[in-house]
């Protein structure tokens, strides 16, 4: 799939590995939502208010040919809408949703 492609071009990892470690990054974030529930469950950039790191990311997708940069933007959305719930500092939901809406425009 679509980031399998992505780790093979810009990670480095070898095509036998890309499943595998597709497949463990999903079930363990699966296996967290169930148990804790998907807010307290969230990590990552997002989760953080890192808006640094998923500007680079944007940027890296970009970058990309075939880019599921529109699944990105879903899937960030969403991640902030739990990080909101989850009591992220307001001005960090901001940042990252203008960064959101900018490239949704693009």
Not at 68 to 74: D, E, K, R, S, W
């Amino acid at each position: 799939g679509a980031v399998e492609r992505l780790l093979g071009a810009h990670g480095g990892i070898d095509p036998a590995d890309q499943r595998l470690l597709t497949a463990a990054l999903m079930e363990r974030a699966v296996g967290s939502s169930r148990r804790e529930g998907p807010a307290a469950a969230l990590s990552g950039p997002v989760a953080r208010g890192d808006h640094a790191t998923v500007n680079a990311h944007l940027d890296a997708l970009r970058a990309a040919p075939d880019a599921p940069v529109a699944a990105y933007l879903a899937l960030m959305r969403e991640a902030l809408q739990l990080a909101r719930q989850r009591g992220l500092d307001a001005a960090m939901v901001a940042r990252i949703d203008e960064l959101l809406a900018r490239e949704a425009g693009r």
